[in-house]
């Protein structure tokens, strides 16, 4: 049987690259073969206008609507009405009323295992299911990390901080404690990095006097480059756009080192 590793992108911070990495694993693991189910949990929509989908609120069905279901036990829509597909890659979109599903998710009974019920069945057909988050330790993120092997932690050197990131630390360790004993940490993933700043070095310094005894830290680390904005504006994979790019190359050596590590 298939062995599908599903894994949740997560950081409460905002802007750290979390929507950014989701999408370009997704197509670097693709690239190595892989079939990838991205899942938009953010009511932002980033990661479904990623996918080209501009108006991501207008969608008839988008995980809204799934979540609901999966709540209601009411039959859940037609696969070909809510998974959309870019090359190799499918998604589930997700748009504000998202954000709705959340705040019903607060009066279900283990309602924190509705993503991982939806997903279960799903796993057959996939290598990764890939889960971006909102920036947010609400419902939402538990949610994704109860469905979820384990959960990679994109840092933004420009805006560390120590406190955000305990704080998620603690969430990962109760949702492990008490809904998923079987989560762990992928590692910490240093994205735009301007390798050149004081402000990256001195960041880098601090994650490692705190976590590099706990966690992995990538070796690999995402450039700072204008060209990822450029490739988003397209919707297209920085690795598709620039291939040769050091972004590009960095993300797909990422999906090498995951699967290599048996993730
Ligand atoms: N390596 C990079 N170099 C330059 N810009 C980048 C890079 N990675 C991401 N960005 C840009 O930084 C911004 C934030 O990235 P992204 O949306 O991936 O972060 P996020 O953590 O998903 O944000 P949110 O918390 O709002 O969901 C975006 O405009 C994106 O295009
Ligand atoms: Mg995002």
Redesign the pocket.
Known sequence: MRKTTVITIA?QK????????AYNLAYALTNEGEKVLLIDF?P?G?LTMCFGIEQPDKLPYSMFNIMNAMMTDEPLPSPEEYIHTQGNIDLIPSNIELSVAEINLRDEMGGEKTLASLLEPMKSSYDYIIIDT??SLGLLTINALAASDSVLI?VNPQLWSATGLTQLLKIIVKVKKRINPHIRIEGILM??CDTRTNLYKEAFRLVKVYYRETFRIFDIQ?????K??EA?FYSQSIIEFLPQSK?AIAYQNLAKELMVNGS
Request: hydrophobic fraction near 25%; charged fraction near 10%.
């Open positions: 950081n905002g802007g750290t690259g979390k929507t950014t990495t953010d932002q980033n909102n920036p994109p994205t735009m995402i450039p700072l480059s204008v990822v904005g988003n972004v």
